[in-house]
């Protein structure tokens, strides 16, 4: 039998996090003022859903949420380490609060996150950002109370580093308002792409207990939700570390019976991984939405190879050829790198002739950015940054225009909605999704969010579509 690898957080030292929590809350309430916090997330869901964690902790310690950083009593950046651009947005924005903790010496400036799980950018905070009091990486994320309160009572600046690698439990949990929950089911990646700083900063792939996951959908269902996302940086090892014999596609089912969940999606399957099984069982149980981000990064073989992603453009195609066959009309999405180091602009032309080939709905392409500590740092470059950008422009020249021919296939269609909310371009008018996972914006009363209405789709946007209630 196997072992499970991942060691969970001990029950009592959550409930020595929680009181700590209720601590705080009383030493807050002794004094009567209100306090505010502000938290800003960088990157990718998983970060959102850690962001949930921090402000359902904040909530208990009786904090109130405000979007203004000049209200706030604690400034929070939850970051990310994946790009470059990322992490210069987060220097540019601590520097710009040094006037604020001028003003109000009071003020508790944290950063957390994957950009913090690196030791030269801790080192670089203490010298360089003197009113940060707390910066902690992602390992740590369950003793946030603890770390607060040194910094609230003691008074002291607090960095910690530790890469603890477990698997922590039952923490408060405010999420975003919607009838959509997102759900972690692991946490890290094994995988090392050459490229790739997550595993350096996220550690080792741990799955969660799928007891503990199933009863947190149901309390989510009970609550009124009605869509979720299981989440994980590659979901398709998900139970390789449990001692249990499960996978992914064995979870998908359970899931599919909780009662009150009518939508699940997932996120994110490395194309390596993706089995048969699971292909079979998406295309079986009809909760599962027929949506899949499957990210290719490139098409060249040896790009691949070099990137160490595990697979070739042709078995990769084979996977989706046999993907469309059983689901077909699936939404398909990809992430792109352009400008990995080694690529010339040939080996380029193949990753457009995978766009033409699989025809995704939507791409999130990137320019390779370099990751100090990552293997493809040391790689050298063949092109030149302007042939970098120039490539970036043809692919999303070629992507937009398939996107536009697949939305306008959309057109007098009628689509099965789950209302989101107000449009976040247009607040006139409502959003929601299709099962595919494309927003749909129309007019419609504020009575409809969280629930599924029917949509004629009548205009198409490469990135929405647009429709009218169907009376
Ligand atoms: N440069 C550019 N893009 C990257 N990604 C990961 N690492 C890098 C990097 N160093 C992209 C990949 C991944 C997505 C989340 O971010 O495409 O799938
Ligand atoms: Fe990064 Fe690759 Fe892991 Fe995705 S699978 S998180 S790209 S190392």
């Avoid at 079986?284 to 160490?308: S, T, Y």
Wanted: aromatic share 8%; proline share 3%; charged share 30%.
């Amino acid at each position: 039998m196997k072992q499970n690898k991942t060691p969970a957080v001990s029950q009592g030292e959550i409930l020595r996090q929680k009181n700590i929590i209720k601590s705080i809350n009383s030493a807050f309430s002794s004094d009567g003022k209100i306090r505010k916090a502000f938290v800003e997330t960088y990157g990718c869901q998983q970060n959102v859903s850690d962001s949930e964690v921090i402000c359902g902790m904040l909530t208990d310690m009786g904090y109130i949420m405000t979007d203004s950083k000049e209200d706030a009593d604690l400034i929070l950046y939850n970051t990310c380490a994946v790009r470059e651009n990322a992490e210069l947005k987060v220097f540019g924005n601590l520097g710009a609060l040094k006037h604020l903790k001028a003003k109000k010496e009071d003020l508790v400036i944290c950063v957390c996150g994957c950009m913090m799980q690196q030791k030269d950018i801790q080192e670089q905070i203490k010298r360089k950002y003197r009113h940060v009091s707390l910066v902690f990486g992602t390992h740590s994320l369950y003793r946030f109370p603890e770390l607060l309160s040194t910094v609230l009572f003691d008074g002291k600046r607090v960095f910690d580093i530790s890469e603890d690698g477990v698997i922590a439990e039952e923490l408060p949990i405010s999420r975003q308002e919607g009838p959509c929950a997102w759900v972690s089911i692991m946490y890290g990646c094994n995988n090392f792409c050459t490229y790739c700083i997550v595993p350096h900063v996220r550690g080792r792939e741990r799955s969660r207990d799928k007891n503990i996951i199933l009863e947190e959908i149901r309390t989510l269902a009970a609550e009124g939700y009605k869509e979720i996302t299981l989440l994980g940086q590659n979901v398709n090892s998900y139970g390789n570390d449990l001692e249990e014999n499960i996978d992914f596609a064995d979870l998908l089912s359970m899931v599919h019976e909780v009662e009150g969940i009518e939508r699940i999606r997932f996120m994110t399957s490395h194309p390596k991984d993706i089995s048969d099984k699971l292909i079979e069982t998406m295309a079986r149980l009809p909760k599962v939405c027929k949506q899949l981000h499957l990210p290719i990064q490139a098409g060249n073989n040896e790009v691949l190879r070099i990137m160490n992603r595990r697979y070739t453009k042709e078995a990769y195609l084979e996977k989706i050829a046999k993907i469309k066959e059983k689901m077909p009309g699936i939404t398909l999405t990809s992430d792109i790198i352009v400008g990995f180091p080694g690529e010339t602009n040939e080996q380029f032309l193949d990753t457009l002739d995978i766009l033409e080939k699989v025809r995704y709905d939507t791409i999130f392409s990137f320019i390779y950015s370099r990751r100090p500590g990552t293997p493809a740092a040391k790689m050298e470059d063949v092109i030149s940054p302007e042939d970098k950008k120039n490539n970036f422009n043809r692919l999303l020249e070629v992507q937009d225009r398939i996107s536009k021919e697949i939305n306008d296939g959309y057109v007098g269609r009628t689509e099965k909605v789950l209302v989101e909310g107000k449009s976040k371009t247009n607040p006139d008018t409502l959003a929601g999704r299709t099962e595919g996972g494309k927003i749909v914006n129309f007019t419609g009363d504020e009575s409809v969010i969280g629930t599924f209405v029917d949509l004629k789709i009548t205009e198409s946007r490469t990135w929405s579509l647009v429709g009218e209630l169907i009376k």
